[in-house]
Antibody, heavy 121, light 111 residues
Framework: QVQLQESGPGLVKPSQTLSLTCSVS??????????WSWIRQHPGKGLEWIGYIYYRGTTYYKPSLKSRLTISVDTSKNQFSLKLSSVTAADTAVYYC?????????????WGQGSLVTVSS | QSVLTQPPSVSGAPGQRVTISCTGS?????????VHWYQQLPGTAPKLLIYGNSNRPSGVPDRFSGSKSGTSASLAITGLQAEDEADYYC???????????FGGGTKLTVL
């Protein structure tokens, strides 16, 4: 079955760029009908949708993060990635990649195990 | 402050029935957008529990059920078990914000 796995540095310095990759196994990221999303969870807090990418490269970002956020896809590696620039301590969170069912009422049916990223000098 | 409001905590004894509410507004649940529910066991990633207001993915026990009415939705868990102790989140779309939103989460304690 399809599985998602995040990878990337667990510690990022303030003002630098946070980079994470989500590897998709057991299925093709180029399958239609899905968006590939990033969701984060601040320590002890709730879930926050960040943005998504379609395998053809179409992206949509949460407006408040749009100026700092880039999501990209590499279909040849079956991966998609997140880059968040100019990070501060407020970006410390567990970052999840997730598969989003597209349609008129999207939901997230598969999640990675999560990657804790701490922003600290 | 989450767009979707959930009670911070609920509790129940084994075998009992509990419900978790998710209250929205005319720009999300009340606008007709579906509500989805996720279960997050301690230290793990969220897992889809209910989609499209009341549909269970394969493998989710029928002890879990969802409903929606007006600007609110509810998750009901019957025959409560110790393994149900987790955080539960509702999710929908908000047309004013133009992105997907989650409730603040509800911690279920099995007494």
């Amino acid at each position: 079955q399809v599985q998602l796995q995040e990878s990337g540095p667990g510690l990022v310095k303030p003002s630098q760029t946070l980079s994470l990759t989500c590897s998709v196994s057991g299925g093709s990221i180029s399958s239609g009908g899905y968006y590939w999303s990033w969701i984060r969870q601040h320590p002890g807090k709730g879930l926050e949708w960040i943005g998504y990418i379609y395998y053809r490269g179409t992206t949509y970002y949460k407006p408040s993060l749009k100026s700092r956020l880039t999501i990209s896809v590499d279909t040849s590696k079956n991966q998609f990635s997140l880059k968040l620039s100019s990070v501060t301590a407020a970006d410390t969170a567990v970052y999840y990649c997730a598969r989003e069912i597209t349609g008129s009422n999207n939901w997230f049916d598969l999640w990675g195990q999560g990657s804790l990223v701490t922003v600290s000098s | 402050q989450s767009v979707l409001t959930q009670p911070p905590s609920v509790s129940g004894a084994p075998g009992q029935r509990v419900t978790i509410s998710c209250t929205g507004s005319s720009s999300n649940i009340g606008a007709g957008y579906d509500v989805h529910w996720y279960q997050q066991l301690p230290g793990t990633a969220p897992k889809l529990l209910i989609y499209g207001n009341s549909n269970r993915p394969s493998g989710v026990p029928d002890r879990f059920s969802g409903s929606k009415s007006g600007t609110s939705a509810s998750l009901a868990i019957t025959g409560l078990q110790a393994e149900d102790e987790a955080d539960y989140y509702c999710q929908s779309y908000d047309s004013s914000l133009s992105f997907w939103v989650f409730g603040g989460g509800t911690k279920l304690t099995v007494l």
